[in-house]
């Protein structure tokens, strides 16, 4: 058996930062990743506001550079209204 760990980098460019995006792009990428996965591992360099932006999220920090969150399993209902992921994620 294969145990796959896909691995990804978000970054919101500069200018469009503290417009809400990055918060409507962590929720989304929680609610799909919880329909997949039971946990998922995040890796930063120790910089306060990083780690304050996922703790507001429900991570816990496992080592000065990883943070940890539990996901409950949930089945992934997407909107009707024209919601396309791959607008965003690849």
Known sequence: ????????SVAVVPKFKKQGIGIFMMEQFL???SAVYDEI???IE????????YERFGFTTLSDHTLVKKLEKKELIRPTDGYDSSRWMD
């Open 1 to 8: 058996e294969i145990d796959f760990k896909p691995k990804m």
């Open 31 to 33: 609610l799909e990743a």
């Open 41 to 43: 591992t995040v890796n």
């Open 46 to 53: 120790h910089k306060p506001k990083a780690i304050k932006f």
